[in-house]
Nanobody, 119 residues
Framework: QVQLVESGGGLVQAGGFLRLSCAAS????????VGWFRQAPGKEREFLIG????????SYADSVKGRFTISRDNAKNTVYLQMNSLKPDDTAVYYC????????????WGQGTQVTVSS
C-alpha cells in the first residue's frame, strides 16, 4: 500500500516562498490523483491543488491560482507544491493525499507538514 510523506514546511515571512514535497513509498503514484490540502486552526480542511499522475493534468482552487503550482518527478515518485507570494492566511498544516483514480475519494494521506507565514 502506498504511503505518503510530506516535507518542506517551516516558517517564512509574508511574500516569501516554500516548496513542499510528497514522496510515495511502498508503491507508486502511477494511476493516482495526488492532491494537496491544508487545514488551518478552527477551519475545515481545504483542497488546494491536484495532479493526475499519468497525464500531468492539474486542477486548482481559486484561492491559490497564480501563486501555487504542482509538479511531479517520475523518477523520484514525488509530487511538489511550490508556494509563492505567501500570506499569513496561508498558515496551516499542509497534507498531500492520493486518490486511486478520477472521481475516487482521497484515501491515502500523509502526516502533514506545518507552514507558518509571519506578517
Amino acid at each position: 500500500q502506498v504511503q505518503l510523506v510530506e516535507s518542506g514546511g517551516g516558517l517564512v515571512q509574508a511574500g516569501g516562498f516554500l516548496r513542499l514535497s510528497c514522496a510515495a513509498s511502498g508503491g507508486t503514484f502511477s494511476s493516482y490523483i495526488v492532491g494537496w490540502f491544508r487545514q488551518a486552526p478552527g477551519k475545515e480542511r481545504e483542497f488546494l491543488i491536484g495532479i493526475r499522475w499519468s497525464s500531468g493534468l492539474t486542477s486548482y482552487a481559486d484561492s491559490v491560482k497564480g501563486r501555487f503550482t504542482i509538479s511531479r518527478d517520475n523518477a523520484k515518485n514525488t509530487v511538489y507544491l511550490q508556494m509563492n507570494s505567501l500570506k499569513p492566511d496561508d498558515t496551516a498544516v499542509y497534507y498531500c493525499a492520493g486518490a486511486p483514480g478520477p472521481g475516487a475519494e482521497y484515501d491515502t494521506w500523509g502526516q502533514g507538514t506545518q507552514v507558518t507565514v509571519s506578517s
